[in-house]
Every structure is written in structure tokens, then in C-alpha cells.
């Protein structure tokens, strides 16, 4: 993850973060990354919060899912952490305003045209999936997901009702310079670790990924030292679990990144292990906007119950540390405390039937913050 940030100091910091905790186990996943974000403020650094209502919370308070007012708080402040958005409350698909649509906003207003999803399997955790370890040693890979483009922000996307029944389109769509900045970006990350990158299409079907692929292509020309392979999305499902340990760095466009980061959370041991980075273009300074958020969804069957695991959440804000503000050694400090919190035998219900709850793990990871 070091490669998408050009900062690298360690020197006192003084930053302001937007927590959009929105819905669900959100809120409570989000207390606990900011339980050790407040225990590395101590170590001589400051971290202001901004409060902005996100989702279903939003849509009941305001109703809309993300305020434009709030928008701008966003892309004021150094950083954003999110929980989770939507929830059975606002479910109905035949809404017109719906939680998700927050964060699609949110994504789309920051320029966040990047999502980084790394996958590394802790020893801790081979036992905890249903693929074999020796399959799953040795993983550790990193999934550039195009954001803002594609089929989640083509149009037309309508429903209508014609003379023999309903019928309803959604639009595929991306540009040569989305595809093109998605990749350098893939490019410049494999450099910094394995040099290999695979990108993922249908290119023997759809036209968007034939542009995909070719575009790639001439992208790498300027990475002779990194390893290309494409491949196609039914084949990279079959191939992301009988030889995972094969891959570095994984390019794709927005809705295959989205499948397969699901798939791949199989990998990790629980959906709720994995953190993320949605990240802009770097201003002049070099620093992207970002949003750092869980992989899962907002969980609604056990929130308020203390059974969600804040280990992607938590890890999440680690990669905040890192990539908006700078502090690798903070960001180091954080992950280490989580691994160890895990080889410790200290989880939560969904991995190995730990007995943790969401705030007592969260303690634990800030104890050995603090003991350090």
C-alpha cells in the first residue's frame, strides 16, 4: 500500500477526519477504529472529527442519503472514514432514494476513481476459511477496483412497463482515460511489490472490455518491468481460489471489482477482516482525497448486538494513517497490534467462534497500542 502514498513522515500530525458512521453495524465498527485512532493521537498527534450523516440515517434525518452540504465537509477535511450504508428499513426497490445511492454520491463528488482492496492471509487464520492452508499460504494481493465508472453510473438505467410485461436497461459504459488512469495506477503498485498485475475483463464478449483490454495493454508498454496477464472474470473467480498465493496486484473495472473483493473475502476468513482505500488523483502536494471504509455491508441482522468485527474497519483507518496522512509508522503499528490480537486467540464470533465482542476486541488492539 506504500506506493499510493507520497508521504512518508512520522513527525507530529495534526488532521481532520469525517466519519460517516451510516448505518447498521456502522456505527459500531467505527467507534472502535476511532478507539485506536485516539490511542495513536496520544503518541503526539491530533485528530479532529467531523460528524456527517450518511445512508439510511441520512435519509431519515434529511431526506437524501448525503447532504451537498456535507459533501463539501468532505472534500474540506484529510481524510474519510466510513461504516456501512442501507438496511431492511430501505429496502424497497421501487424507492427512489436509497441509502446506497450516498455512497455512490460520495464516491462520485470526490473524484474516488480508485479502490484498493488488499487481501493478505494471516497465519492466524488458515484454519478459519474452507480453503486449505497450504492452498491459502502465502496470499497476499492487492485489488484495484475501477469506481467510478462502468455499469453503476451508466445511462441510461431505467425501469418501464411495455405491452408484454416489465423491462429494464442499465448501461455499461467507460472511457479510454477512466480505464487508462486505473491501470497506471495498478502499474505503479505492482512496481513497489511483485511486479505482476492481471487485469480482468470479458473481453470475448463485451465491447467495453475490448477497449478494456487493448487500452491495458498500451498502458503496460510504459512498465516493461512489470508482468501483464489478462484474463477473463469467470475464469479469474475459478482461479482467486485454487491458486490465490499466485497473484499480486488485480486491475478490474467497477462492478467485476465488486464481485470478486466478495469473493475474495473467503480468502481473509470473515467478509469482515478486510479493509479498503477509495482514492483520487493526487493534488500537487501529491495528496489523494480518500475514503476508508470495511468491505462488508451494514450487517443489520447483528447490529447493536457486539458480534461485528471491527478488523477491517480498523484496518481501514490504519490504511488512512498511511495513505492521506502520512504516518507509516502509525499505519505499521495498528496492523501489527491487529495480528497479534488474532494470534492471540482474541476474535469475534465469525472467525474460529471467538467470543470477543466488537468493543472488547477493539480494546485489545488499543492496549497493544499503548503497551508498545
Known sequence: MTAANEHQSTSPSSAIIAVLAGDGVGPEVVAEARKVLDEIARRGHSFTYREILIGGIAIDAYGTPLRDDDVEIARSVDACLLGAVGGPKWSDPASAVRPEQGLLKIRKSLGLYANLRP??????????????????????????RE????????RPSRQWRERRGRVAVDTLLYREHEIERIARLAFDL?????????????????????LW?????????????????????DAMTMKLIQQPSRYDVIVTENMFGDIL??????????????PSASLGAPDRAGKRPGLYEP?????????????ANPVGMILSAAMMLRTSLGLEREAALVERAVFD??????????????????SSFGDAVAQRISAV
Not at 466478495?262 to 467478509?271: F, K, M, R, Y
Open 119 to 144: 487481501v493478505a492471509v494471516m497465519d492466524a487464520l488458515l484454519d478459519a476459511t474452507p480453503i486449505k492452508p497450504e492452498v491459502l499460504a502465502g496470499t497476499d494481493l492487492l485489488v484495484v
Open 147 to 154: 469506481l467510478t465508472g462502468g455499469i453503476y453510473f451508466g
Open 190 to 210: 505492482a512496481r513497489s511489490r511483485r511486479g505482476s498485475v492481471t487485469s480482468v475483463d470479458k473481453a470475448n464478449v463485451l465491447s467495453s472490455s475490448r
Open 213 to 233: 483490454r487493448s487500452a491495458v495493454t498500451e498502458v503496460s508498454r510504459d512498465y516493461p518491468e512489470v508482468t501483464l496477464e489478462h484474463m477473463l472474470v
Open 261 to 274: 473483493t466478495d469473493e475474495a473475502s473467503v480468502l481473509g476468513g470473515s467478509i469482515g477482516v478486510l
Open 295 to 307: 468491505i462488508h455491508g451494514s450487517a443489520p441482522d447483528i447490529a447493536g448486538q457486539g458480534r
Open 341 to 358: 490480537t488474532i494470534a492471540a486467540g482474541i476474535t469475534t464470533p465469525d472467525l474460529l467462534g471467538g467470543t470477543a465482542t466488537t
